[in-house]
């Protein structure tokens, strides 16, 4: 968790900065990505929300968001991540939004993909999407992992932004 906490500082102060606002929508890292967010002090000031939307019927339920949004999509997809990030957004109103959708293990997901994989994307001035592939079915550590990849994506992001 140190770690990620570390990374978060450093996103803390661009958001803080910059009046930014994030919100979060992870499913497989179970919440290690807003609990890093969380840790810093001040975080009232970007972290406006989140939820670990791990099925479905949370995703419909938390995010609005039904079969029709998914399409044809099937599988832990950078697609598939970007629609939950931009419910998430719509739902809190956020400058950001992460998304994390994937499988820890030790088994992969109902659709085929293998455990330790896991789509990523944040939405804001900036996109981005990703999708880690860790090759272990260790479940915590793949839960580290995931939450790492999200919050390096969305530091990435922030540098990016003008």
Do not use: C
């Not at 770690?3 to 992870?26: F, G, M, N, Q, Y």
């Not at 670990?52 to 995010?63: G, H, I, Q, S």
């Not at 991540?81 to 931009?86: D, F, K, P």
């Amino acid at each position: 968790m140190k770690e990620l906490v570390s990374i978060a500082e450093r996103i803390a102060e661009i958001l803080k900065d910059r009046h930014d606002t994030v919100a979060v929508a992870e499913s497989s890292s179970g919440g290690l990505i807003a609990a890093a967010l969380l840790a810093i002090a001040g975080a009232s000031n970007y972290f406006i929300g989140g939820s670990v939307t791990y099925t479905r019927k949370a995703m419909n339920e938390l995010l609005g968001l039904g079969a029709d949004s998914f399409g044809q999509m099937r599988g832990l997809t950078e697609p598939t991540a970007l629609v939950l990030a931009r419910g998430m957004r719509d739902r809190l109103s956020t400058t950001w939004a992460i998304s994390e959708i994937g499988a820890a293990g030790p088994t992969g997901s109902r659709y085929g993909d293998a455990a330790g994989t896991s789509a990523i994307a944040v939405i804001g001035p900036v996109e981005r999407a990703l999708v880690v592939r860790t090759g272990s079915s260790d479940r915590v550590a793949n839960m580290d992992a995931f939450a790492r990849a999200a919050l390096e994506l969305l530091e990435a992001a922030l540098k990016e932004r003008p």
